[in-house]
């Protein structure tokens, strides 16, 4: 059952990914400035005096999106083949390349979509953000075997 609901989670994850991919370059956009806007009320709140450029803060929020969703996705695959009962190195063989050819994949379909384009630098930072996923999971994984 356990290896079922992982899969299922990877499945999730990736139909979200697209579905965001799949936004017009203005929809993309206005979601970017609404999750600046929370950000930016947020810690105006806790820092009243704080200065913030919500122009340059709403792309890194743009990258950072990138950044988490393969994060996310990365932690999700090696969780499901480590719960299929696959070795270790061989589950982090195949989650990197499967998050590296869905990523490229991704910026494919993004060159089809209104506004939007293929950029080699999201691939750069999807790969990132998977590695730092798996490299968490191992490392949790570890600390929770001792």
Known sequence: MHKKISWAAVLICMFLIFNLSSQTAKQSNELSKFVTRVIVNTVNMVF?????NAGSL???IRKNAHFFAYFALGVLIINAFMKS???V???IALTLLICIIYAVSDEFHQ???SGRGAQVT???IDSVGTSVGIGGYMFIRRVIKK
Not at 48 to 52: C, I, N, Q, T
């Open 48 to 52: 009243p005096k704080a200065d913030f």
């Open 111 to 113: 060159m089809f979509v």
């Open 58 to 60: 709403n792309n890194i």
């Open 89 to 91: 190195c061989r589950s």
């Open 122 to 124: 999201d691939v750069l």
């Open 85 to 87: 009962g696959m070795s």
